[in-house]
């Protein structure tokens, strides 16, 4: 019986290295994921920043016309200033040069706004610019190693679990029948120790009667709440 017991307990521990190998499985696709996530998203933003950054350099362009316009305006009028002898007409197109210079003068200062704003974009595309390539980079580094462990995991899920029905070929079909209902039902649990007294799996309080059965290992013993089988600790597997 204490074999059997210790055979249980070895096909346990291969139950937890596959329950492990199933969370990775379901975390490495999440951290791939990520990985490629952040590459995308620091492409967006970076795409988000330039386009931002042509349609300013548009409206910048477009001022910087008008501004010229109006001082080639301001100009022609200020020629013909020269020429003119009438009083009231001389008064009119100065004040007409002058409309020019304050449009001018607004325009200028917008045009000062909209520079500024374009520093900042230019900043805004270097930092968008190193975080891409930091995501990139990181993806480089853990990409291939992520797939690679990926496409492992089933590999490695199957060579544990013949390993673990090898050990089982030892046991009474109706043990292995209820290990396996075990480690389907209880959470991929089905051994359960002794631990101060109880169910070191439920945390149900172990009879007197029944801790001295555990310690003899003659028959085997299952937890009265859980059904797991329930052993002592064995000193070295
Ligand atoms: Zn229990």
Do not use: W
Request: charged residues 35%.
């Amino acid at each position: 019986m204490e074999e059997q017991l210790r055979t249980l307990a070895k096909m346990q521990v291969l139950d937890d290295k596959i329950g492990q190998y199933r969370a990775l499985q379901q975390e490495l696709p999440k951290q791939l994921n990520e990985i490629l996530e952040q590459v995308e998203i620091a492409t967006a933003n970076l795409l988000t920043t330039e386009t931002a950054r042509a349609e300013l350099g548009k409206k910048l362009r477009a001022i910087e016309m008008d501004i010229k316009s109006n001082q080639e305006q301001a100009k022609k009028y200020a020629t013909q200033l020269t020429d003119i002898k009438n009083n009231k007409e001389y008064k009119a197109l100065n004040s007409e040069i002058s409309f020019l210079h304050d449009k001018i003068g607004d325009l200028e200062s917008t045009e000062l706004e909209l520079m500024e704003e374009d520093n900042a974009f230019k900043a805004q595309i270097e930092e968008d610019k190193k975080a891409l390539a930091k995501a990139e980079q990181l993806k480089r580094e853990k990409e291939g190693d992520l797939r690679a462990q990926i496409d492992a995991i089933e590999g490695k899920i199957e060579e544990t679990r013949a390993a673990r029905n090898e050990l089982a070929i030892n046991l009474p079909k109706s043990v292995i029948k209820h290990y396996g209902n075990m480690i389907k039902t209880r959470n991929n649990k089905a051994v359960a120790y002794n631990r101060e007294g109880s169910c070191d799996a439920c945390g149900f309080n172990i009879r007197p009667q029944i801790k001295i059965e555990l310690q003899l290992r003659r028959k085997m013993i299952t937890c009265e709440s859980c059904g797991r089988i329930l052993m002592e600790h064995f000193e070295e597997l």
